[in-house]
């Protein structure tokens, strides 16, 4: 598999022959404002922008959209995807969403979702503590991870926005990913506190599956995401465990 990091949680998975966009966010840099009450509300988002040629992010058999927050579907993505392009979502209400915007072949994830032969399997996600959810459930919202299997390609986990709890134990648990792709940006709402990971986070998921190779995205694009690569990298070293972890710049390119 090869994964590109093209920018925030937006990645391009090449996976037994298939192309796939994740979580296209592709509006230009500054395009949106700041998510209110966090930190560096002085910047808008995109922060940075896109390294990787629009030709080569939209060269996908299927895009996979794992929840609705506009760091994930935005509206430049509804206006550059070709609508005829298979869209998995989540639940049947981010599909009738997403087919509003023109799009005619949106599919729902399940238990062994099967596209030109690979498996997907959709795990849950909490997109932040109890005590987040509880504040700000709808603004946070339902959130899912991917799980995908071809017979000649690793056990790849894609974790989605959510922090170290029980739904990402049990999946790794359960499907004993080789890789596993993880939100690492320790995002920031300050009335609750982190809402996708952070350092402790990765550490939690090397320990429960140590022989993973982790990457992690969803970092250094946004005003909230307070966690630095440079540093999650530092504290891998610390942690024992830098081995184990990819972090790559946008553009970069992990093969797996």
């Known amino acids: 598999m090869k994964i590109t990091q093209i920018r925030n949680a937006t990645l391009r998975l090449d996976f037994g022959g298939v192309r796939f966009l994740i979580d296209p966010m592709l509006g230009e840099q500054g395009a949106y404002p700041p998510f209110s009450g966090t930190p560096n509300e002085h910047l808008r988002n995109p922060m940075v922008p896109l390294v990787t040629p629009m030709s080569e992010i939209l060269d996908v058999d299927a895009v996979i959209v794992t929840h609705l927050h506009a760091d994930h579907w935005d509206a430049a993505a509804a206006e550059k995807i070709d609508k005829d392009t298979p869209i998995f979502t989540q639940n049947a209400a981010d599909a009738a969403k997403i087919a509003e915007a023109g799009f005619t072949d949106t599919r729902v994830l399940g238990a062994d979702t099967v596209f030109n032969g690979i498996t997907m399997t959709r795990t849950a996600g909490q997109h932040g503590s109890d005590e987040a959810i509880a504040k700000l459930g709808d603004r946070l919202g339902q959130v899912c991870g991917v799980v995908f299997r071809h017979p000649e390609e690793k056990v790849l986990y894609l974790a989605g926005d959510t922090i170290w709890n029980d739904h990402v134990a049990g999946a790794l648990t359960s ?8 939100n690492a940006g320790a995002a920031l709402i300050h009335a609750v506190g982190h809402i996708i990971m952070g350092t402790e986070d990765v550490l939690a998921v090397h320990c429960a599956a140590p022989n993973a190779r982790i990457i992690a995205s969803h970092m250094e694009a946004l005003n909230h995401c307070t966690l630095s690569r440079a540093e999650l990298r530092d504290f891998a070293g610390q942690h024992g465990f830098a081995n184990a972890l990819d972090v790559p ?8």
Do not use: F, K, T
């Not at 499907?175 to 993880?182: N, S």
């Open 249 to 256: 710049d946008d553009g970069a390119v992990v093969e797996a």
């Open 175 to 182: 499907h004993r990913p080789e890789v596993v792709i993880v």
